[in-house]
């Protein structure tokens, strides 16, 4: 089982920065892929960035790429998403999402959140025009 709590959500005008954070509990955190996904008012949730178990692999929705970085520190528990030039498009509650497995060499099965079993409540980003 593993907990996650999201932070570091805030309200910002477009072109600003902000880097959330997600914060698992458990001893099992570096056995999980991670993922970020985001949900706008009357929209689907969505894939931004996802990351594998050690790190060493990064991938990133088409429209965050270049802007966002994903970030894992498995010593700390945490994983990050650094979020700059944002848009208002960006507006969203974005989600922390944990992989039941550490890698796949599939991009697509980053992508589904069917494959991510652990989620945290989200933590509101609103961009401003």
């Known amino acids: 089982q593993v907990q996650l709590v999201e932070s570091g959500g805030g309200l910002l005008q477009a072109g600003g920065s902000l880097r959330l954070s997600c914060a698992a509990s458990?001893?099992?955190?570096?056995?999980?892929?991670m993922g970020w996904f985001r949900q706008a008012p009357g929209k689907e949730r969505e894939f931004v960035a996802a990351?594998?178990?050690?790190?060493?692999?990064?991938y990133y929705a088409d429209s965050v790429k270049g802007r966002f970085a994903i970030s894992r520190d498995n010593a700390k528990n945490t994983m990050y998403l650094q979020m700059n030039s944002l848009l208002p498009e960006d507006t969203a509650v974005y989600y922390c999402?944990?992989?039941?497995?550490?890698?796949?060499?599939?991009?697509?099965?980053?992508?589904?959140?069917?494959?991510?079993?652990?989620w945290g409540q989200g933590t509101q980003v609103t961009v401003s025009s």
């Open positions: 999402a944990a992989s039941l497995a550490r890698n796949s060499n599939r991009d697509s099965y980053y992508r589904n959140p069917g494959n991510y079993a652990y």
């Open positions: 458990g001893r099992t955190f570096s056995s999980h892929a």
């Open positions: 990351i594998n178990w050690s790190g060493g692999s990064t």
